[in-house]
């Protein structure tokens, strides 16, 4: 079984035991990953669970293996098995591998201290990860009359199912199927990739804490697609609430969509920004 890992320790854990479990008798685990994602550590971990590891190293990334034997501690894998189960921080259930899985982000944090009461209409939360924004504008905007949640990671897009099923009211059967249909619903979830544009426009308002990483690079331009999406979908007199890194360069291009906007708050880390569209 061949694991290719992503940047969350705890997920590559998880994903050991994962392919562990799916070995067969005298199988081979095999591990690749670049070195600057951790590659060393990794091995070291994996060795404690299977003795003798083979490793070679090239081009800046590292491939190593250990085939099944009696002496594997199976006790080290079960307890990386418990790491694949969802968890919950502070009242949120969340998974190993998705964004801010350990805690609640500080950035999301900041905006949301900073979200006026008077949203209202049609929303959308862009990147919505596992649901942290989505809930705080829903609590603190009665007026919301719908929620769009667009998130690429479908794990994380379940988890906001969960984290946001208190904002849906109770539906009462009485037939099946129920009387009411998904695309009614006042808050809805979309899989989908932001940066290729958005499936439906005219939104009232649109908030988000766009990625800026690729893997483990920095990745600027994916917040700028972010914004041009955002500029795209909004109606004219919409509002843009958004919360990113203080260096990132992202004023020029809000004004280059056609968008004015103002800083409302910082810290030493992260900037607020509100847009209107003209």
Same mark, same amino acid.
């Given at each position: 079984v061949m694991?290719?890992?992503?940047? #969350?320790?705890?997920?590559?854990?998880?994903?050991?035991? !994962? *392919?562990?479990?799916?070995?067969?008798?005298?199988?081979?685990?095999?591990?690749?990953?670049?070195?600057t994602a951790g590659a060393g550590r990794f091995e070291k971990e994996l060795s404690k669970?299977?003795?003798?590891?083979?490793?070679?190293?090239?081009?800046k990334c590292r491939a190593f293996h250990a085939s099944e034997t009696e002496s594997w501690d199976e006790a080290i894998f079960s307890g990386w098995r418990d790491l694949a189960v969802p968890?919950?921080?502070?009242?949120?259930?969340?998974?190993?591998?998705?964004?801010? #899985?350990?805690?609640?982000?500080?950035?999301?944090?900041? !905006? *949301?201290?900073?979200l006026p009461a008077h949203l209202r209409g049609k929303v959308a939360d862009l990147g919505a990860g596992w649901g942290f924004l989505s809930d705080a504008v829903l609590r603190r905007c009665p007026g919301i009359s719908r929620l769009d949640l667009f998130e690429a990671d479908a794990r994380a897009l379940a988890c906001a199912r969960k984290n946001l099923r208190q904002h849906e009211p109770e539906v009462t059967r009485l037939s099946s199927p129920p009387c009411y249909e998904e695309d009614e619903a006042r808050v809805r979830f979309h899989w989908h990739d932001v940066t290729t544009g958005l499936p439906d426009g005219g939104y009232d308002a649109i908030l988000m804490n766009p990625p800026f990483h690729t893997g483990q690079a920095t990745d600027v331009d994916l917040g700028r697609a972010f914004l041009r999406t955002a500029s795209a979908s909004l109606k004219r007199g919409g509002k843009l609430l958004l919360v990113a890194n203080?260096?990132?360069?992202?004023?020029?291009?809000?004004?280059a969509s056609g968008l004015s906007w103002r800083k409302i708050a910082e810290d030493r880390i992260y900037k607020v920004l509100f847009a209107d569209k003209r």
């Open positions: 694991v290719l890992p992503g940047k #969350s320790r705890d997920e590559t854990l998880a994903w050991f035991s !994962l *392919a562990r479990d799916r070995l067969e008798s005298g199988g081979t685990l095999l591990v690749a990953m670049p070195n669970a299977t003795g003798n590891i083979v490793s070679i190293q090239k081009h968890r919950e921080i502070s009242g949120f259930t969340v998974e190993a591998g998705i964004f801010s #899985s350990d805690h609640i982000d500080p950035g999301s944090q900041l !905006l *949301a201290d900073h203080r260096q990132l360069p992202y004023e020029a291009a809000l004004e």
